[in-house]
């Protein structure tokens, strides 16, 4: 199979569908002129004019808010963020406009837009524009929340996000964008609220998604150089989440670790955990582990950025000590 | 002044009175006890609503404000489904899950009330930029208060609107007061036409309860922002007769106050005089839109008092389009 980018995965999923559909654009800052700041954009208004690929005022209330305008007036629309942190300027916009409109006015419309969202740690870019935010939006009755951790996840999702009807908000860390992997020819489309079973085991599950798939499939190696088989699990969606995925393998393991950049508290780790444990308690021969930051804002100097960094030795450590 | 045809004059009178009577029930109904949630009435401002939409087309779109119900009525929302919603039944426009706050038609364009203030702006933008894409001809009007322009998606809906000459027409409702915060100590300037030239779009500041005077200025607004000039913004001064909510024990004014203020300014009774004056109507029609008017208000009460609530089955309904609930 061929290999491309992350980022490249994106370009090709925005340029097939804004081919397929004619009602499909794209509004973000720096999009248009400069291609996005990650390149995520590269080539898109050559292909179809910047009346189709807008570059925006710094003015995220009014992109998102016009993109969910454009969406109830038959429009399928994608709107860039720039970066995660930035979604907390237009938080009205997307929590109760984009989020609440359908169900408020009864099934009248719908809310078939895209926001883009570049997230996670890195070189040292600080704390407002580090963040994983995604665990505030599984909160939120009425958006879908996506996060693929390769290639051609990033591509299939973003597919299946822009034909959705229904919001969603996409997650991308800005790691991943260089990264190459195997992207499937043709239609690739990835189903949002399935997960994936990205390595079978059977002592242990760790659940993850995102960059720190990476961390955790690495973990499953040095694992099995010792013994032990975990199953790893590459949720892909947050909201809904599959269940089904993570308690089949349970099932199988008796043990889970969650592992995830974000902050621990609060965090998607904590309703997988919650889940869990309501629904599943007794199949566990061990107590649920989460891995996730400590509860601080990311800092800035390179040391003090490595100690809120999830490394594969962390999950490692952590798996041994409920595998003993 | 212009002549008008009878028929538009009687379809403006009509609308003020449909207006006026829907509030004064729904504020009957509210102080009864009979309505769950709040509501917020636009008694005293019915000519802004009337005199500029009814210059729209259908096919063009509204996004409203928490005090929304004179701009659905004035768009060409019926009044059944409208009364129903706000008795939280499963007949009413969003089938008892907006209620007064969100009420929607969008089979006649209308977007929405909004229950976050300034929260219906960038809505319009991207209605006005979605009609710009496909080249539809149609227009989106958006409704703030003296209070709501202060909000930040005021600023960010004007630059951007002016930049991609959307077409849209922002409408401040200048009420005087910005829930109990009167404009003269919350808001820069007396009068908010003014800002608009920031963002490079002509802005008018009109007399909002003169009906004529307000469809004037929208003929206007609408010529420039249909020819593809870009935004335009209209100022209409009016006066908030009742509270900012049904209920409001109104601490930050006096009665007498309101009082001078509906007796100087009321926009019925400004639009009975000149019509009458001119002798474009004449008493008897205007009692015979009334009466009829009042049956529609009362059969529209008499019915959402009778309709059934929604089932619990329907909680879930009109969520997901694509499933998504665990």
Redesign the interface.
Known sequence: MREISFSEATLEAMSEEMERDSSV?VLGEDIARQGGIFGQFKGLPQKFGT??V?D??I?E??I????????????R?VADMHFADFIGVCM??VF??MAK??????????VPMVLRAPDGIIRSAAAQHSQSVEAWFMHI??V?VVIPSNPADAKGLLKAAIR???PVLYFEHKVLFPMKGPVPDGDHIVP??KANVSRAGKDVTIVSYSLMMHRALEAAEKLATEGVQAEVIDLRTI???D?ETIFESVRKTKRLVIVHEAVKQGGVGAEISALVAEEMIDWLDAPIRRIGAPFVPVPFSPPLEQLVKISADNIVKTVKEICR | MLAYKKEFLQNLYRTMVRIRLFEEKVGECFLGGELPGFVHLYIGEEAIATGLLSELNQDD?V?STHRGHGHCIAKGAKIKPMMAEIFGKST???????GSM?I????VGM??A???VG?G???????????K??KSG?V?VTFFGDGGANR??VH??M??AA??KLPVIFVCEFNQYASTTPSSYGTSVPNLAVRAQGYNMPGVTVDGNDVFAVNEAAKKALEYVRAGNGPYMLEFKTYRIKGHYVGDPELYRSKQEVQDHFDKNDPLKNFAKVVLAKKWLSQKDMDAIYAEVAAEVKTAVDDARKDPYPTDSELF??????????
């Open positions: 654009f009346e189709r807008l925006t005022p003015s209330t009014s998102v808010g016009a993109a969910v305008g454009a969406a109830l007036a038959g429009m629309p009205d916009e109760n406009q409109v359908r169900f408020m006015f009864g099934g009248q419309c719908k009755p009425g879908k959705s009807d229904d949002i609220g909201s809904p989440i269940k | 779109y996004a009413g426009y969003c089938k008892g899950k907006g969100h929607a038609d969008f089979s977007l929405g909004n229950g976050v929260g702006i960038n809505l319009a933008v991207g209605a006005a930029l979605a009609a894409m496909k149609q989106a930040g998606t960010e809906g630059n951007m930049i991609w309904n009109d969520y997901y389009v694509e499933g998504g609930v665990n």
